[in-house]
């Protein structure tokens, strides 16, 4: 869409980032944080439409990382999300955190992989952008693995679990999903028409239980 404005959350990982993508350029600012992260979002988000000298109001819509990653940080990136498109009646567009990442790695063949917690992981793969295996969540030695031998696994589940996951040939453990990756998959969507009222924003967990019980950690290998 010719002049399209959008404002991009990506918060599912320690690396936060927020972007702003206007008619194909994007502009990024980005901060690792390992805990937290809601005192720097907004002010991100508002110093670098300063920067371009976009009014909040000149956007024409709001887009975040829906996740899967952190639970808190996918709520995070979804509120501030709902929120800005509430107080300016925009509409919002959900992005998959794993298919960012898979964007953002450049990679044509990606395996990404992320640190889920309660040791497991969140994996997808995506060929050249196109979703080969859907997101799922389950255990490193558990992952399905596409056919092929040319995957690059992408993502810091690669870091976390390196002995428990595929061999692959090339790992890139130091890659995260990005608000620009996001943008840059939110803006065709909006073109087409898929932004949603902001009621609807909501986070994509993928997996519904927040923390284990001792005996149910202890049964998966450990406390992490």
Same mark, same amino acid.
């Given at each position: 869409?010719?002049?399209?404005?959008?404002?991009a959350l990506e918060?599912?990982?320690?690396r936060l980032s927020v972007a702003y993508w206007d008619d194909g350029v994007v502009a990024e600012n980005a901060i690792e944080l390992p805990n937290g992260g809601?005192?720097?979002?907004?002010?991100? =988000? %508002? $110093? !670098?439409?300063?920067?371009?000298?976009? +009014?909040?109001?000149? *956007? /024409? &819509?709001?887009?975040?990382?829906?996740?899967p990653g952190s639970f808190t940080g996918v709520r995070l990136a979804a509120?501030?999300?709902?929120?800005?498109?509430?107080?300016?009646?925009?509409?919002?567009i959900g992005v998959d955190s794993l298919a =960012? %990442? $898979? !964007?953002?790695?450049?990679?044509?063949? +990606?395996?990404?992989? *992320? /640190? &889920?917690?309660?040791?497991?992981?969140?994996?997808?793969?995506?060929?050249?952008?196109?979703?080969?295996?859907?997101?799922?969540?389950?255990p490193p030695e558990r992952v399905p693995l596409p056919e092929?031998?040319?995957?690059?696994?992408c993502g810091d589940g690669f870091a976390s679990y390196a002995a428990r996951l595929p061999a692959l040939r090339t790992r890139r453990p130091e890659l995260r999903p990005t608000a620009a990756a996001v943008a840059r998959l939110a803006?065709?969507?909006?073109?087409?028409?898929?932004?949603?009222?902001?009621?609807?924003?909501?986070?994509?967990?993928?997996?519904?239980?927040v923390a284990l019980t001792?005996?149910?950690r202890l049964a998966r290998g450990g406390l992490k």
């Open positions: 869409m010719p002049g399209m404005r959008v404002l918060t599912a990982t320690h809601s005192a720097w979002l907004l002010p991100a =988000a %508002l $110093a !670098l439409l300063d920067e371009a000298g976009i +009014a909040m109001t000149a *956007l /024409d &819509a709001i887009a975040f990382g829906a996740g509120g501030c999300a709902q929120g800005l498109a509430f107080g300016l009646d925009r509409p919002v =960012a %990442l $898979a !964007l953002a790695s450049g990679e044509a063949r +990606a395996y990404v992989c *992320l /640190d &889920a917690r309660m040791n497991e992981v969140y994996v997808a793969a995506y060929d050249r952008g196109v979703e080969i295996l859907a997101p799922k969540v389950c092929g031998d040319d995957w690059v696994g803006a065709p969507k909006l073109a087409d028409g898929a932004g949603m009222d902001a009621a609807l924003a909501a986070p994509r967990y993928v997996r519904d239980k001792t005996a149910e």
